[in-house]
């Protein structure tokens, strides 16, 4: 919602909104407004929607904002995908940059403004993606998440198709069996038959490959990116850059000028010669990426502080959750951030410690995160790395981490 308020500032509206952590919810706060824009997770009862529906102000979801925003442009590409969205829309605004398109994106990262394309994360949750109408739809994987508004993975995956087939072009991930099921798209992966290939994959403190685009080698890619998932987020971007009309080689290069995107595996500082970082992760396969990277460039031990994100989302995946947090040495586990949701009785983050019991491994519960912080403070030393996990507010207490004593 905040890069949505920046976009309209920018157009020259007067913009001003509330949530929880501003302040909270209060009818007080659409008096005088023209519009008001909720966001998905907004509840029926919500007290300045409620407002705004006695005094007849028109309300408008976010998705279809979003969508009468793009419209405005000349050329819009829709980046989906249950993992990588962020990182991939990024990574497509620096692979364009000669276009001088406009990026909007959840994840904060710098840059100018244009309008010759628009380009644009496209959220499944609650089929939100389903209101854009881009002229290129990318969909980057299909997995099963948001377990509040999708009852299976099928359901799942009726979404992400009807968001591709609303384009005319179809970009998707050629190593995705889901993804793999949508008709008419073009490939992007691994795999000897996608269109865009990576082959000679290096993963270190960066991230190198040789570029196949239909059979041809183009360019030798290296990129500031750590994880060998990011090169599917790097190939979508240097498909939708193609597909454009900007040649995959200048696109390879635009991108070596990405400096990351906050809270995406982002460097926190230092503690007494251990590392420290926060990722977005909040899903199995996420915690299981950003994991399989803090191994692959650790010398130590690697220590995991994860907050579990929503309890529809811990009782859904308790068991995936165990099993990717089972690749750090250490776990602490934080209290679930509720986000949307209310408590449901029985679901906590020791749901996730029981079942990391069951797998013969142990996890620490603590309830704060000073407490959290004192216990890291107690074990981290050098070479070590130490990766706070989670989509609420565990950001927070990495950044404490590194300036408390």
């Given at each position: 919602?905040?890069?949505?308020?920046?976009?309209?500032?920018?157009?020259?509206?007067?913009?001003?909104?509330?949530?929880?952590?501003?302040?909270?919810?209060?009818?007080?706060?659409?008096?005088?407004?023209?519009?008001?824009?909720?966001?998905?997770?907004?509840?029926?009862?919500?007290?300045?929607?409620?407002?705004?529906?006695?005094?007849?102000?028109?309300?408008?979801?976010?998705?279809?904002?979003?969508?009468?925003?793009?419209?405005?442009?000349?050329?819009?590409?829709?980046?989906?995908?249950?993992?990588?969205?962020?990182?991939?829309?990024?990574?497509?605004?620096f692979a364009i940059s000669s276009l001088g398109p406009e990026v909007h994106m959840g994840?904060?990262?710098?840059?100018?403004?244009?309008?010759?394309?628009?380009?644009?994360e496209a959220c499944e949750y609650k089929r939100s993606f389903l209101e854009l109408k881009?002229?290129?739809?990318?969909?980057?994987?299909?997995?099963?998440?948001?377990?509040?508004?999708?009852?299976?993975?099928?359901?799942?995956?009726?979404?992400?198709?009807?968001?591709?087939?609303?384009?005319?072009?179809?970009?998707?991930?050629?190593?995705?069996?889901?993804?793999?099921?949508?008709?008419?798209?073009?490939?992007?992966?691994?795999?000897?038959?996608?269109?865009?290939?990576?082959?000679?994959?290096?993963?270190?403190?960066?991230?190198?490959?040789?570029?196949?685009?239909?059979?041809?080698?183009?360019?030798?890619?290296?990129?500031?990116?750590?994880?060998?998932?990011?090169?599917?987020?790097?190939?979508?971007?240097?498909?939708?850059?193609?597909?454009?009309?900007?040649?995959?080689?200048?696109?390879?290069?635009?991108?070596?000028?990405?400096?990351?995107?906050?809270?995406?595996?982002?460097?926190?500082?230092?503690?007494?010669?251990?590392?420290?970082?926060?990722?977005?992760?909040?899903?199995?396969?996420?915690?299981?990426?950003?994991?399989?990277?803090?191994?692959?460039?650790?010398?130590?031990?690697?220590?995991?502080?994860?907050?579990?994100?929503?309890?529809?989302?811990?009782?859904?995946?308790?068991?995936g959750f165990a099993a990717a947090l089972c690749l750090a040495d250490e776990v602490v586990?934080?209290?679930?951030?509720?986000?949307?949701?209310?408590?449901?009785?029985?679901?906590?983050?020791?749901?996730?410690?029981?079942?990391?019991?069951?797998?013969?491994?142990?996890?620490?519960?603590?309830?704060?995160?000073?407490?959290?912080?004192?216990?890291?403070?107690?074990?981290?030393?050098?070479?070590?790395?130490?990766?706070?996990?989670?989509?609420?507010?565990?950001?927070?207490?990495?950044?404490?981490?590194?300036?408390?004593?």
């Amino acid at each position: 919602m905040s890069r949505l308020a920046e976009l309209c500032r920018r157009r020259g509206d007067i913009v001003t909104g509330s949530d929880i952590l501003t302040g909270g919810h209060c009818a007080d706060n659409v008096r005088g407004a023209d519009l008001v824009v909720y966001t998905g997770a907004a509840a029926d009862d919500n007290p300045e929607l409620a407002e705004a529906r006695r005094l007849g102000i028109p309300t408008v979801s976010r998705a279809k904002m979003l969508s009468s925003l793009a419209s405005e442009y000349p050329k819009c590409a829709g980046i989906a995908g249950c993992h990588g969205k962020t990182t991939a829309t990024a990574l497509t605004g620096f692979a364009i940059s000669s276009l001088g398109p406009e990026v909007h994106m959840g994840g904060g990262c710098d840059f100018p403004h244009g309008s010759g394309v628009f380009v644009t994360e496209a959220c499944e949750y609650k089929r939100s993606f389903l209101e854009l109408k881009p002229d290129i739809a990318v969909v980057l994987n299909v997995g099963l998440d948001h377990t509040d508004c999708y009852a299976d993975i099928g359901e799942i995956f009726d979404a992400y198709r009807a968001f591709a087939l609303s384009a005319p072009l179809r970009i998707v991930n050629g190593d995705d069996a889901y993804c793999r099921c949508i008709e008419g798209a073009a490939t992007f992966g691994r795999g000897e038959n996608c269109a865009y290939r990576a082959v000679n994959v290096c993963c270190g403190r960066d991230l190198s490959f040789d570029l196949i685009v239909r059979g041809r080698y183009e360019t030798a890619a290296l990129l500031p990116l750590r994880g060998g998932h990011n090169v599917y987020n790097a190939l979508a971007a240097v498909a939708v850059a193609d597909a454009l009309g900007v040649p995959p080689v200048r696109a390879c290069l635009d991108m070596k000028a990405f400096k990351g995107v906050d809270r995406r595996f982002e460097y926190v500082g230092n503690l007494r010669g251990a590392e420290v970082y926060t990722d977005y992760a909040h899903h199995p396969d996420e915690i299981k990426a950003s994991l399989e990277t803090a191994r692959r460039i650790c010398r130590g031990k690697v220590i995991a502080v994860f907050e579990p994100h929503t309890y529809t989302r811990t009782a859904s995946f308790a068991d995936g959750f165990a099993a990717a947090l089972c690749l750090a040495d250490e776990v602490v586990l934080a209290p679930i951030y509720a986000a949307r949701e209310k408590p449901v009785t029985g679901v906590c983050s020791q749901s996730i410690w029981l079942k990391m019991r069951e797998r013969g491994r142990n996890a620490v519960c603590l309830p704060t995160y000073c407490e959290i912080n004192a216990y890291v403070r107690s074990g981290a030393g050098e070479g070590d790395l130490v990766i706070y996990l989670g989509a609420g507010t565990i950001n927070r207490a990495a950044a404490q981490l590194c300036v408390s004593p």
